[in-house]
């Protein structure tokens, strides 16, 4: 009796909460469902910005191709070109290279590579539409800008380059390398004089610097070098050329190319002061360097060997200024082939030479071959070509010759 009124007890018990026990149960399966859809919600949302992130990602990949090699030698060939020391043998080497480089380039790579290309080739339409098309991305603009300076400068637009480079300044105020390719745009539009005080300036902020980059600093006394006519302001000058050598023996070694280059602005500096002696000591110690891997450091040779001859023409030790310019014109000619412009630089010392020795036969020949590349190459109107004309006619009629 008592068992079965507690198992009635325990049975009311369990109908009136029933409805409580269904409620819960109810109420759990709609959190689970209610979890459920934010799950799967975040994990589409997820999936699309990952979907996007990778997307950037790529777009980054393709924009940036430091892994891909053929990519990258023809960046840095093309940079290398922007140089402003290089002479003209080494730039005429440069594009021989970028050319083989840029044709490595095909139509299945990003829009970075074909821009590449097209400043490669000298496309200058082809490239700005490239670096616009790029530059909508959002992409790195002063790399864009960087790009455009380089496309800019390589068609001789100095004075464009020249506004890309500020831009560049105006995103990123530390960047060396616009710095220093603005100062070489300024030297190549004729302002020097900002060009001095803007290289001055980074001089003295990387002097006092704990541990100054020697690199940037005689890549900076170079620009300043650059900026002032030795022939006219020798004194000026003076200081720069013994500061740069300092630091390039110390930097670099006595028998590198950088300190040889530095001999050779010593022996044009000396020769300006009439110090003919202090001169060919500097010009031959620049011709003794053993550093000559480089084509900077090849065409750096070349025109030390020219300023040489200059030099012991002036002091008419004639064989002695023959003997470099025939030095000078073979190792040219060896690289650069005979009818290249630089070629007419030792033509027309040959010639000089030759008229003082009294050979006017080889004086003729080597002022006719000057002649005939300045017009070919640079044009009649060029000054090398017109050089070369006067010093030719001035041959014939002395010999009663009427052409």
């Known amino acids: 009796m008592h068992v079965q009124i507690l198992l009635n007890s325990w049975l009311a018990a369990f109908n009136l909460n ?3 026990w269904l409620s819960i149960f109810i109420g759990i399966l709609a959190s689970l469902l209610i979890a459920y859809i934010i799950y799967r919600l975040q994990k589409k949302e997820t999936t699309i910005h990952k979907q996007e992130h990778d997307a950037k990602l790529n777009e980054i990949r393709e924009l940036h191709l430091q892994d891909s090699e ?17 002479g ?17 380039i095909t139509d299945s790579d990003s829009d970075h590579a074909q821009a590449l290309k097209a400043i490669a080739d ?6 700005d539409d490239l670096l616009d098309k790029i530059a909508q991305r959002e992409h790195d603009l002063a790399e864009v800008y960087h790009l455009r300076a380089i496309n800019e400068y390589r068609h001789g637009n100095y004075q464009e380059a020249l506004k890309w480079c500020r831009k560049i300044l105006e995103l990123e105020p530390d960047n060396f390398e616009a710095l220093a390719d603005l100062i070489q745009n300024l030297n190549k ?12 300036a980074k001089l003295n902020e990387l002097e006092q610097e704990a541990e100054p980059d020697n690199e940037k600093a005689f890549s900076l006394l170079s620009r300043i070098i650059s900026s002032i006519d030795t022939s006219v302001e020798p004194e000026q000058v003076g200081p720069y050329i013994f500061k740069a050598m300092e630091l390039a023996q110390r930097v670099y070694g006595e028998q590198s190319h950088q300190v040889a280059s530095i001999h050779k602005e010593l022996g044009l500096y000396y020769q300006a002061k009439q110090q003919y002696q202090e001169s060919e000591e500097a010009l031959l110690k620049a011709l003794a360097s053993k550093d000559l891997s480089s084509d900077k450091a090849k065409s750096n040779h070349n025109w030390t ?4 001859g200059i030099l012991y023409n002036e002091l008419g030790r004639y064989q002695e200024a023959l003997d470099c310019f025939q030095q000078c014109y073979d190792s040219t000619a060896a690289v650069l082939g005979t009818d290249h412009p630089t070629i007419i630089y030792s033509l027309l010392g040959l010639g000089t030479i ?12 080597c002022f006719r071959q000057a002649r005939e590349v300045g017009i070919n190459r640079l ?11 006067y010093n030719l006619t001035t041959i014939l009629v002395n010999q009663g010759q009427s052409d």
Do not use: F, P, W
């Open 18 to 20: 029933l409805e409580v």
């Open 70 to 86: 053929k990519i990258r030698v023809l960046y840095e060939l093309i940079l290398q070109s922007q140089k402003g020391s290089l």
């Open 88 to 104: 003209e043998a080494e730039s005429t080497v440069l594009e021989q290279q970028i050319e083989a480089a840029a044709d490595n």
């Open 122 to 127: 000298k496309d200058k339409d082809k490239a």
């Open 189 to 200: 539009t004729d302002q020097h004089n900002e060009a001095r005080e803007l290289a001055l």
């Open 305 to 308: 060997l020219n300023a040489l």
């Open 354 to 365: 030759n008229c003082y020795l009294g050979n006017m036969t080889e004086a003729e020949r």
């Open 379 to 389: 044009g009649k109107k060029h000054k090398l070509a017109q050089s070369s004309t």
